[in-house]
């Protein structure tokens, strides 16, 4: 079992900045990799950005340059630093673990407001 906790989501200006933070408990070895997806309202979710456990990462091209995923893992946590942030990245964000085995862990979501 794997437990994830995010953190971090509010209301911000367009062009500010947030920091999300997912903390991970539970078997933490048997992640191979993590990931933050978003759900607007009446969309999809989508995928935000991964990191391995090597320290791989992966960007949707609507986040890639404003977006930098990161982990550290004596904490077993994973951030999300978003950058030049724009009204369409309004959105719940979650925090998703995959295991060795394909298995997939969600957190609670965290929310994200873009407006002025």
């Known amino acids: 079992q794997v437990q994830l906790v995010e953190s971090g989501g509010g209301l911000v200006q367009p062009g500010g900045s947030l920091r999300l933070s997912c903390a991970a408990s539970g078997i933490i070895r048997n992640i191979n990799y993590m990931e933050w997806d978003r759900q607007a309202p009446g969309k999809q979710r989508e995928l935000v950005a991964t990191?391995?456990?090597?320290?791989?990462?992966n960007y949707a091209d609507s986040v890639k340059g404003r977006f930098t995923i990161s982990r550290d893992n004596p904490k077993n946590t994973v951030y999300l630093q978003m950058n030049s942030l724009k009204s369409e990245d309004t959105a719940v964000y979650y925090c998703?673990?995959?295991?060795?085995?394909?298995?997939?862990?969600w957190g609670q979501g965290t929310q994200v407001t873009v407006s002025s």
């Open positions: 998703r673990a995959v295991t060795l085995t394909g298995y997939t862990y």
């Open positions: 990191i391995t456990s090597l320290g791989s990462t």
